[in-house]
């Protein structure tokens, strides 16, 4: 059966990677001369990289969505009997563009202004207030379903009331927060973007196929698709070597476009199984992020231009320096060999900073940056694999469904 809507969808795809591969080159000297540039840390030249580039692909990315707007429901009446307009799916499309429409522009204050860590956490949680008012109004359901074994305890399902929102709302901080800590070489921002929302996409064409809540995974599906190839037309600018950067602009903006579809298509849990990388990667970074241990202000490998391969950085503390908690995380760390661990002459540490990419380095030693972002987006592709298997037999197990 051919449907309309996802075929105008996969059309207006087509035409916003089309439109960024031609906007990005253009607008560089732009950024460049309104003193948006970085200098690229992991390269022997200091040439000024435009920064932020993340504006245009989500704007493009906004664009081809609102022209996107009256399709799904000019087409309507042949799927459904009643000739009533499905409002709650209309305004759920609408706030869902809302919301990430204002992160990108607070994702964007934020690398013009270069903003603190603590607006880092409210940023999301201002942008994800659309969506929430709308699943108020629309949906409100805040019960969930117990696992098979606690509900002899329980029951079968739990209302969690005002819980549930401030879930949703901690669900955005993490999915923005989270991609913007694993980056600093080439191309892994956009890219682990580009594996999870690849993983997103088959996980809505399983779901559909299997006849499951086929009008979340469908709404999912007409956001994904857009984001995916704006992103594609990205990376062919950001990978090694990057002629630009995303910025934080863009790593907001593809942590709030999955928080949205995973929020109202109704698999959030499913969709923190395709972030296993950047929860390992947040965890490994909590000592550093709550300052128990000193933390750079980047944290990004180090480079090495005789050689052009990338070398862990490092943090250096004065072990006694720590509080009860930043001993324990070390020591906890060194225990299980999770970093790499130097003691010197004066009597301070060295060890390396607490990042995923980092630990690959401890791990595969000295490393090409263009193999580095590799071997992640590999790792990220191996946890997609690994949440396929956990999600369907244990979802049974835990579930039966
Ligand atoms: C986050 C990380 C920081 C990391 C930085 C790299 C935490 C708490 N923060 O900070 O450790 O160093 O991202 O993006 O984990 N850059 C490169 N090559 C790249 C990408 C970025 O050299 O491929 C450098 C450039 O100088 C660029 C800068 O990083 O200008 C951007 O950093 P920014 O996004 O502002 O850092 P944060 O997100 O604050
Ligand atoms: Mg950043």
Not at 88 to 110: H, K, P, T
Request: hydrophobic fraction near 50%; proline fraction near 5%; include cysteine.
């Amino acid at each position: 059966m051919l449907h309309i809507p996802l075929i105008v969808n996969i059309f207006i795809s087509i035409g916003t990677y089309l439109m960024t591969l031609r906007m990005i080159p253009r607008f560089k000297e732009m950024f460049i001369s309104a003193s948006l540039y970085g200098k690229d840390l992991c390269k022997k030249t200091s040439d000024k990289i435009p920064e932020s580039l993340g504006v245009i692909s989500g704007c493009i990315f906004l664009v081809g969505l609102f022209l996107f707007i009256p399709i799904p429901f000019s087409f309507k009446e042949q799927t459904t009997k009643s000739n009533e307009f499905p409002h709650s799916e209309f305004v759920e499309l609408v706030a869902a563009l809302l919301s990430i429409c204002c992160m990108i522009l607070l994702g964007f204050a934020d690398d013009v202004l270069n903003l603190r860590w603590r607006h880092k956490l409210l940023l999301p949680t201002i942008a994800t207030l659309p969506i929430l008012m709308v699943y108020y109004v629309n949906f409100n359901s805040t019960t969930i379903i117990m696992p098979k074994f606690i509900r002899p305890l329980i029951g079968h399902s739990l209302n969690i009331g005002v819980l549930y929102y401030i879930y949703m709302g901690m669900l955005a901080v993490f999915c923005t927060n989270a991609i913007n800590i694993l980056a600093g070489i080439n191309g892994l921002e956009v890219g682990q973007s580009i594996v999870i929302s690849i993983s997103i996409l088959i996980f809505n064409i399983i779901e559909i196929l299997n006849n499951n809540q086929i009008s979340g995974h469908l709404f999912s599906i007409y956001l994904i698709t857009p984001f995916l190839t704006t992103s594609l037309a990205l990376w062919n600018y950001n990978k090694y070597p990057a002629e630009i950067f995303v910025g934080d602009t863009f790593c907001y903006f593809a942590g709030m476009t999955f928080a949205v579809v995973g929020i109202l298509g109704h698999f959030s849990k499913t969709l923190l199984l395709f972030f296993i990388p950047q929860i390992a990667n947040f965890l490994y970074s909590v000592p550093q992020l709550f300052h128990l241990v000193p933390c750079p202000r980047h944290r990004l490998p180090k480079y090495n231009s005789e050689t052009d391969l990338l070398d862990i950085s490092s943090t250096i503390f004065v072990k006694n320096g720590l509080g009860v908690l930043g001993r324990t995380c070390v020591f906890l760390f060194r225990y299980f060999k999770l970093i790499k661990w130097q003691e010197n002459k004066d009597g301070t540490i060295t060890t390396n900073n607490f990042t995923l990419i980092n630990f690959v380095l401890h791990v595969f030693g000295p490393v090409h940056e263009k193999i580095l972002t590799r071997m992640l987006l590999g790792l990220q592709v191996v946890c997609t694999l690994i949440a396929f298997t956990i999600r369907y037999p244990m979802a049974k197990y835990f579930y039966d469904t």
